[in-house]
């Protein structure tokens, strides 16, 4: 049984309660972070720290926990040598339901969990995904990272239903991202594009890293929205994400990108990425 953190303690998962006035339950106000787990370790804290203090503060959440500490004892108690790992931070618990956050705020809820999962040999590394094109409707705050996922559950389960593995997002005739990572293409030029990073997309922090690796080998990045067409002449598409490093997309809506196959930049990219983790 995994031993998850609630509010300062560790207790086996079973134990973990929640308020049922709690804000993020009632009206979605939490946030939270989620890191890779190689070798033992979570990565790229630097950059999650800044983004869950941008998404506290867009939240109106405030909280000083020293997340470092509390990742690395449960990481070590559930004996986790790859996957994930989660924190959460609400707007905490008040006595009764109402919408204005208590004046002075509420002591907030805050719980963390690892999750096993293959990353390094993910078989969706070897055979790419396959994803479809769906309507963007989430709410335009997308740049904090908030637990206001329903729109992403949304569009996931009508990937799934259709028979794909995800779906790549659409407003205003451009590529948003996918529904819970970044989207990218390398068009016919052998350029990287990639949606800016501004209030439509979240500013993924593999993201980050992947446009590194990309300037690293040589390759001309213009960060922009690109459109639907030119996601299908690109070369390469693939998206990066905590949860999944970095992953080919092979066809979209049923037809193939570039030769049907996973990109070798993309491979590139993942490689050199899993490299930089286990190296930090």
């Not at 303690?9 to 049922?20: D, G, M, N, R």
């Not at 983004?51 to 959440?61: C, G, H």
Request: charged letters at 20%; hydrophobic letters at 45%.
């Amino acid at each position: 049984m995994r031993t998850v953190w609630l509010n300062g303690e560790f207790l086996p998962e079973t134990e973990a309660k929640v308020s049922i006035f709690d804000r993020a339950l009632l009206f979605g106000q939490g946030v939270y972070e989620v890191s890779p787990v190689l070798d033992g370790h979570f990565c790229n804290w630097p950059h999650h720290a800044a983004r869950l203090a941008r998404s506290m503060a867009t939240a109106r959440i405030v909280d000083d926990t020293d997340w470092p500490a509390v990742l690395a004892e449960l990481i070590e108690r559930n004996g986790l040598t790859e996957g994930r790992v989660y924190l959460q931070v609400t707007g905490g618990a008040p006595a009764d339901r109402d919408f204005l956050s208590p004046v002075p705020p509420a002591t907030p809820t805050r719980f963390a969990f690892t999750q096993e999962a293959k990353l390094v040999d993910n078989p969706m590394a070897q055979a790419g995904i396959r994803v479809m094109l769906h309507p963007d409707a989430r709410w335009q705050v997308r740049s904090a990272k908030t637990t206001q996922l329903l729109y992403a559950v949304m569009a996931k389960e009508a990937a799934r239903d259709a028979g794909y593995d995800d779906a790549w997002l659409v407003e205003g005739g451009v590529i948003t991202e996918q529904t819970s990572a970044n989207a990218h293409i390398i068009d016919a030029r052998g350029v990287l594009v990639s949606h800016p990073v501004d209030h439509g997309v979240l500013p993924g922090v593999t993201r980050i890293c992947a446009l590194e690796i990309a300037r690293e080998m040589g390759l001309a990045i213009e960060e922009r929205p690109f459109t639907p067409e030119e996601l299908f002449a690109a070369r390469e598409a693939f998206v990066s994400a905590a949860g999944s490093l970095v992953l080919p997309v092979v066809a979209v809506d049923g037809k193939p990108i570039g030769n049907g196959g996973p990109g070798v930049l993309t491979a590139e990219i993942r490689q050199r990425y899993i490299a930089r983790l286990r190296a930090a």
